[in-house]
């Protein structure tokens, strides 16, 4: 059984904070870190329906891609939608944790579940982006105790560099040491000074698995007392957006009927092409970065909402603007985020809340 504190820990490994832009209110909004967990409901929206189906299946936490409560709020007071939603997670001493831009950016997030299911490939990031800190992990170890480290650093998270995992710099060296009374040293005897053969191993650790990276050393690594160190990285962050390639060029009417099946979506189309390659998306309210992903080379952008000046713009310019709906374009990675939770957190039960049809933002 996890507590609330550790739910936050493992969220923001998986979601970092630094992801977020700007003033969005992420993080604990209600409740208590010492709270105990064993099981936590995972949802879209923190309607009233996801908090009643929260208390029904037992659940101490919720956590949701938008927020409970966003600036402005003064008064518990009526009958609001928020307001009841508020009284009833209290009442019930439920637990409401959010991911919002964090979870949009973060990688195997919101934008690159849409990739995975539109079956896009060669993903990069663009689009808005927060600056994260990110730190190089330096450490040393037996050469024949070299991949068991690696192995259980890139299970955190660590080493990964675009499209490529358990990316590390290796050099060999020798380390000296004189184990002290309490030492139990990998090799050599307490009060005699050793001098072995070590590999230096150099990882990149973002900021959000930090902690992760630390405990992963810890147990993966032979000596008692590990030597390592964390440098600081200030890096610019990747872009809230993806952009990614098709397999094959493809109609413009058959990437619509695909975007419509596999999102379970009520699709929209703005402005006119022949077939499409290259393709961006941004879930939710993107239609602000149609500019943008058409400077990059795409062809059309999928977004979940598109203002009506958006719309124009872009098809007056010759782009291609599909709105899939706000839900339809982010609710399948609230049951991707509830899977990656249990994955860090196995004692504690994650269930995804997928509301009816016609309930919660959803399409009748």
């Given at each position: 059984?996890?507590?609330?504190?550790?739910?936050?820990?493992?969220?923001?490994?998986?979601?970092?904070?630094?992801?977020?832009?700007?003033?969005?209110?992420i993080g604990l909004q209600l409740g208590t870190v010492d709270s105990s967990v064993h099981r936590c409901a995972v949802a879209l929206d923190p309607t009233l329906s996801a908090v009643e189906f929260a208390i029904r299946a037992d659940c101490q936490a919720l956590i949701t891609h938008h927020a409970l409560i966003y600036?402005?709020?003064?008064?518990?007071?009526?009958?609001?939608?928020?307001?009841?939603?508020?009284?009833?997670a209290m009442q019930a001493n439920l637990a409401v944790i959010t991911a919002h831009t964090n979870w949009d950016a973060a990688r195997g997030g919101v934008n690159d579940t849409l990739c995975d299911l539109l079956g896009l490939t060669k993903v990069v990031d663009f689009g808005e982006a927060s600056t994260t800190r990110d730190y190089k992990l330096v450490t040393f170890v037996p050469a024949q105790h070299r991949d068991e480290v690696?192995?259980?650093?890139?299970?955190?998270?660590?080493?990964?560099?675009?499209?490529?995992?358990?990316?590390?710099?290796?050099?060999?060296?020798?380390?000296?040491?004189?184990?002290?009374?309490?030492?139990?040293?990998?090799?050599?005897?307490?009060?005699?000074?050793?001098?072995?053969?070590?590999?230096?191993?150099?990882?990149?650790?973002?900021?959000?698995?930090?902690?992760?990276?630390?405990?992963?050393?810890?147990?993966?690594?032979?000596?008692?007392?590990?030597?390592?160190?964390?440098?600081p990285l200030a890096n610019p962050g990747f872009g809230i957006g993806r952009i990614g390639v098709l397999p094959?060029?493809?109609?413009?009417?058959?990437f619509v009927t695909m975007v419509s099946d596999h999102l379970d979506a009520v699709v929209r189309v703005f402005g006119h092409a022949e077939q499409l390659l290259t393709v961006?998306?941004?879930?939710?309210?993107?239609?602000?970065?149609?500019?943008?992903?058409?400077d990059r080379g795409c062809e059309a952008l999928v977004t979940g909402e598109v203002r009506h000046h958006e719309?124009?713009?872009?098809?007056?310019?010759?782009?291609?603007?599909?709105?899939?709906?706000?839900?339809?374009?982010?609710?399948?990675?609230?049951?991707?985020?509830?899977?990656?939770?249990?994955?860090?957190?196995?004692?504690?039960?994650?269930?995804?809340?997928?509301?009816?049809?016609g309930s919660s933002g959803r399409h009748a």
């Open positions: 059984m996890a507590t609330v504190g550790q739910l936050l820990e493992a969220l923001e490994e998986i979601a970092p904070p630094g992801l977020a832009l700007g003033d969005d209110p600036s402005g709020l003064k008064s518990l007071a009526g009958e609001s939608a928020q307001v009841r939603a508020i009284r009833a690696l192995d259980a650093l890139s299970a955190v998270g660590c080493g990964r560099i675009g499209n490529y995992d358990r990316c590390a710099f290796l050099s060999e060296g020798r380390g000296t040491y004189e184990p002290k009374a309490g030492a139990q040293p990998f090799s050599g005897e307490v009060g005699e000074r050793s001098v072995v053969a070590e590999e230096r191993i150099e990882m990149v650790v973002p900021g959000g698995v930090k902690s992760a990276a630390v405990r992963a050393l810890m147990k993966a690594h032979p000596y008692d007392e590990p030597a390592f160190d964390l440098y094959e060029p493809m109609a413009v009417e058959d961006g998306v941004i879930g939710g309210s993107g239609g602000f970065g149609w500019r943008e992903a058409r719309a124009v713009e872009a098809a007056e310019s010759g782009f291609l603007l599909i709105e899939a709906g706000h839900f339809a374009t982010e609710n399948p990675a609230m049951a991707v985020l509830a899977a990656r939770m249990q994955e860090r957190l196995p004692d504690t039960e994650f269930v995804h809340f997928d509301p009816p049809p």
